[in-house]
């Protein structure tokens, strides 16, 4: 199998079969476009663009976009990691550390729901990316599944000649009364089942990842899977069926198994082979990645002192002559009590190398100025923060940039740009400390003389 490990926007290699991969991955971008198409759309932005987004073709090269995660094909396998680890060298202990990162980092997304953040990974050369991917998905299942197997109510149609639940006339009338049939009652009724719609929805992804595993151990582990839902239809399922799935508290650890599912079916590709299909992959855009991260942490950390309001978009820059460009921000902190202070915050995931904060704009895209600019003047609120992942383990020095207004001199726009330590090859274990010391110093209230 042809190997390929790369970082976004990083350079071409080879990918053997482009005509394999070209149409699966335009596949799997259609499907990607129909999960994400309602949230990534704006009045400025339009659609989700049609073609696929993850990689682009030279010939038979390929070079990663802003994607990270792995792409799996019959005779191919590309690993795609985050540019702020660009210059790293891709060792596997290195490798072991991207991806403790990118676990890490899930833990505060809401997005995306990595069902096993807290785990000791360790990748091997015999074990890859999609393997230990595989591996916890597996162990994680048949942990859920062995400590507490799961019967719910299912909605049954049946036709009986004594009542039971409800009757449904309209089926009765047409399927009784019609053909002769008045004795036979159609019914609706709800009965405690094992094999239900969730179970329908583990096995079958069992089965999809039991096609894709490689090693007998992880093998293993989705055969004890589907022995145990032995008694489960083996159907065919999809998001839609997960969707409608509702759990009580005593079985809130199946979330994670429902976010399993999710992960594997958004990206799953439908037809009569559905289980012999050797192509699968896992891929992310780090630039929301990064945005639900630092929401996250904040929703996680702050949210005694700060009300914190994530993607907030009920407000237009133009109200007349009619509602018009909308404004969507990364974050709006309010403090408590309400009425203090109000801070915009905006992440860039963009790296601000050191040679391009010479001049006076210090590495920030005018674009970016004047959009925050008209946000904090729409919104009354003179405190704005640009956030950056950090570009080497020492943060660069924060810049702030004052807006005057042009109306009096008592009104200024505080615009600051700031690296946050996003991630550590020497002190990943502090990482969270780091990362709260330097948010507590950003949101630290401000001199009178900066005000």
């Not at 550390?97 to 000791?120: A, G, M, Q, S």
């Not at 159609?186 to 179970?199: A, I, Q, R």
């Not at 079985?251 to 050797?278: A, G, P, R, W």
Request: proline residues 4%; negative net charge; glycine residues 4%.
């Amino acid at each position: 199998m042809h190997r390929c490990s790369e970082f976004e926007f990083g350079n071409y290699f080879e990918v053997g079969n482009r005509d394999q991969l070209q149409p699966y991955l335009n596949q799997v971008w259609q499907r990607y476009r129909e999960v994400n198409i309602e949230e990534e759309q704006n009045e400025e932005e339009g659609n989700v663009k049609e073609y696929q987004g993850f990689l682009s073709f030279d010939g038979n090269r390929a070079r990663p976009k802003n994607f990270i995660g792995f792409v799996q094909t019959e005779d191919c396998l590309i690993e795609i990691y985050p540019k702020v680890f660009m210059g790293i060298e891709k060792t596997i202990a290195n490798k072991n550390l991207f991806i403790k990162h990118i676990f890490y980092w899930f833990e505060y997304c809401r997005k995306w729901k990595f069902p096993f953040t807290n785990v000791d990974v360790e990748l091997s050369e015999k074990v890859d990316f999609p393997e230990l991917i595989i591996n916890l998905m597996a162990s994680k299942i048949l942990e859920v599944l062995t400590d507490a197997p799961i019967s719910l109510y299912q909605e049954v149609e049946e036709s009986l000649i004594m009542p039971r639940g409800r009757i449904n006339f309209n089926r009765y009338i047409s399927r009784g009364l019609t053909n002769g049939n008045q004795h036979i009652l159609e019914c609706d009724y709800e009965p405690l089942m094992f094999d239900n719609s969730l179970n329908r929805a583990i096995k079958y992804v069992s089965r999809i990842l039991q096609a894709k595993a490689k090693f007998s151990e992880t093998q293993n582990k989705l055969y004890e899977i589907i022995l145990i839902l032995d008694e489960v239809e083996d159907v065919v399922c999809s998001t839609k069926e997960l969707n409608t799935i509702k759990l009580n508290s005593f079985f809130s650890s199946y979330e994670s198994v429902i976010d399993i599912c999710h992960m594997v079916l958004e990206q799953q590709l439908y037809n009569h082979q559905h289980y012999e299909q050797t192509q699968w992959c896992l891929l992310f855009p780090m630039e929301y990645v990064f945005e639900d991260f630092v929401a996250g942490f904040l929703e996680t950390h702050f949210s005694k002192d700060w009300d914190i309001k994530y993607q907030r978009s009920e407000k237009y820059l133009v109200d007349e002559p009619a509602k018009s460009f909308q404004m969507r921000h990364d974050i709006f902190l309010e403090a408590k009590p309400p009425g203090t202070r109000k801070i915009i915050i905006d992440t860039k995931y963009k790296i601000r190398y050191p040679e391009s904060r010479i001049d006076a704009k210090k590495g920030i895209a005018q674009s970016d100025m004047y959009q925050m600019t008209s946000y904090a003047l729409r919104r009354g609120c003179n405190e704005v923060l640009l956030l950056y992942p950090n570009y080497a383990e020492a943060l660069q020095p924060i810049d702030t940039f004052i807006v005057e207004s042009g109306f009096d001199t008592k009104h200024k726009i505080n615009i600051t740009a700031a690296e946050i330590p996003f991630w550590s090859m020497d002190s990943f274990k502090q990482l969270s400390e780091s990362l709260k010391f330097s948010l507590e110093q950003l949101l630290a209230k401000p001199s009178p003389k900066d005000s």
